[in-house]
């Protein structure tokens, strides 16, 4: 909780969670401003919870929800009125705080100069000065004086603009900077923290600490790029233009969409309320991965149900992993017997590349897992522990079947960002509509896509974006440069299946399930498990990531030449 006062009687700060409240009091807030619309992100508490958390601890919340990109009259009016009225000292917060610190500079405008707004904002961390014009505007409209509303453009325009500073942005950021030094790259992120996404799997399985997966944004960021701690809000590709959340736009050469996808919690009724309590829990978020290894550690009978939505989802093994993780651990404590494992996939396979099902199945049988294929979990009754599910292959009528619960881990489905499917980036799914060979949009030749969020049919796995990443930054450069593409990409993926402490079944493969194994076969066996797969998985990979794929250092990544793959 990163709480920055802007005054004694109010302060701005990112998102803040239902654990916080007790310390909020303890430092005297007596009024939350929530600036959130609900279900922005999955990680994202609803504001009843917080409006609820809050009075236990005497605090009032108001929520003034600002949708991204559209700081509205009526928003600073509201703002204004409330300002005029609540009890302080009062905490404004919204994703990264930089729509509260908007709202508050909107505000204060009515008496402030912009100039002496914007100085103040950059000692907090938030850069304002595209914000100016929108400044100056609201304090003639408090003045009485009405002025044409003009989009407000950042006074730069960048070489390059990255939407997504995770994983694939980073990565990406740091690939173009060992090619072209001299670019000037802007990264749109909103999250002060980072996280190493594979590392989710290990703290649900008890191998990781719940810390190993989580360090700050500013220190992964690349040295010589821009920083903009805000979020994207919307595309202007005919403007060479992107839409930040408080509505003001900044401008590119090219642009790099990487923002991820979305876990589709509301997707399935009830979820959204359960998760974290009565059994109910998922690696896909850091913050319940430690409450799985609870449940893991403290069942010793009952039954335990895992669920895999519909494709595509990141990391297609990632709900398996969690099954045989919890399995071996069960086993290892003599309580397996008395555990009925049951495996829910809305699929009708357990891993779509063959070669790697007999391995995987040795791993079931000994764990005595029953398979449920095309079970898609439809509802979750946490308190009662029970769970629902549509069940029926494709073009068959389904009916819906109840099982009962003492562990519930859930793969929620997944789905493309809110602003990603509503853009003219899109696809008829909703995804950033890309070539798959060089990661270049179809319809927009100055607008690359990787990682989670784009069409190409590939294995949403971070192995890919660390492939993607090259591809993306050698076709870029030679796209600015007004010349054809260099780079291919061949849908590599890997999904290192952790089949017991200690073991994995390494899969790699490439689009139309070309296996694609990086090493030998006398050093991993691609159809058995493996303890050197294992050692790779748990001690070099978070090396690799942190000082090789985001370093810009491409190790056996190395892009193909187009045409070569």
């Known amino acids: 909780m990163e709480i920055k006062s802007i005054s004694p009687f109010i302060s701005v700060s990112p998102q803040i969670y239902p654990a916080h409240m007790e310390r909020l009091a303890a430092m005297g807030f007596k009024t939350l401003i929530n600036n959130r619309p609900d279900n922005e ?24 929800p600002i949708i991204p990109g559209e700081i509205t009259d009526q928003n600073i009016d509201e703002f204004t009125r409330e300002m005029g009225r609540v009890k302080g000292p009062v905490l404004a917060y919204c994703r990264s705080g930089m729509r509260s610190t908007s709202l508050w500079a909107l505000y204060e405008a009515r008496h402030l100069d912009a100039d002496t707004i914007i100085q103040f904002a950059s000692t907090l961390g938030y850069d304002l ?41 980073i990565a990406v950021a740091s690939s173009l900077l060992k090619r072209r030094p001299q670019l000037d790259i802007a990264v749109l992120e909103p999250r002060y923290k980072h996280f190493y996404q594979p590392g989710f799997t290990m703290v649900g399985g008890g191998v ?103 494709m595509p989802i990141k990391c297609a093994g990632a709900p398996q992993k969690a099954m045989y993780l919890s399995c071996d651990h069960w086993l290892r404590n003599k309580v397996l017997d008395a555990i009925d494992v049951n495996f829910c996939t809305a699929g009708g396979e357990l891993f779509g590349i063959q070669h790697y099902v007999p391995p ?108 993607q990443a090259p591809v993306v930054a050698s076709n870029l450069i030679a796209a600015l440069e007004g010349k054809e593409l260099v780079a291919e990409y061949n849908g590599y993926g890997s999904c290192p299946l952790t089949v017991e402490r200690g073991k994995i079944v390494l899969a790699e493969f490439g689009y139309g399930g070309k296996l694609l194994p990086t090493f030998p076969e006398w050093l991993i066996k691609s159809d058995e498990a493996s303890k050197a797969a294992w050692f790779l998985k748990e001690k070099m ?3 690799v990531y942190y000082r090789l794929m985001l370093k810009g250092r491409e190790w056996l990544a190395k892009p193909d030449k187009l045409g070569e793959s």
């Open 41 to 64: 992100t999955d990680d994202q508490p609803l504001v009843a919870e917080l409006t609820a958390e809050a009075a236990k601890h005497g605090m009032a919340l108001i929520s003034i």
């Open 129 to 169: 000065s595209w914000q100016k014009e929108h400044l100056d505007e609201a304090a003639a409209r408090a003045a009485g004086i009405e002025e044409t509303v003009h989009h407000h453009v950042h006074a730069n325009t960048y070489d390059v603009v990255i939407v997504g500073g995770g994983s694939s942005g």
């Open 208 to 310: 990781f600490s719940p810390t190993q997966p989580q360090t700050f944004t500013e220190k992964v960021m690349p040295d010589g790029v821009r920083w903009l701690e805000a979020a994207a809000a919307a595309f202007e590709p005919e403007n060479n233009q992107v839409v930040l959340e408080d509505g003001s736009h900044i401008a590119y050469r090219q642009l790099v969409v990487a923002p991820g996808l979305k876990l589709d919690w509301d997707a399935v009724e009830g979820l959204q309320e359960s998760l974290g309590k009565n059994g109910v829990t998922s690696n896909y978020r850091y913050d319940y991965a430690p409450y799985t290894w609870e449940l893991v550690k403290n069942l010793r009978s009952g039954r335990a149900v895992f669920t895999q939505p519909h």
């Open 360 to 467: 995987l199945m040795e791993y079931v049988k000994k764990y005595n897992a029953e398979l449920n294929f095309h079970h898609n979990l439809a509802a979750v009754d946490g308190a009662a522990r029970k769970a629902w599910f549509d069940v029926g292959a494709p073009g068959q009528e389904t009916r819906r079947e109840e099982i009962a619960f003492d562990m519930l881990h859930v793969c929620p489905p997944q789905t493309a960002p809110d602003f990603i499917r509503d853009s003219s980036l899109a696809n008829e799914a909703g995804w950033v509509d890309v070539a798959q060979d060089t990661l270049r949009h179809n319809r927009f030749e100055n607008i690359f896509s990787l990682g989670d969020a784009c069409s190409a049919p590939n294995a949403k796995t971070l192995a890919a974006a660390r492939i």
């Open 541 to 543: 990979l978070p090396t």
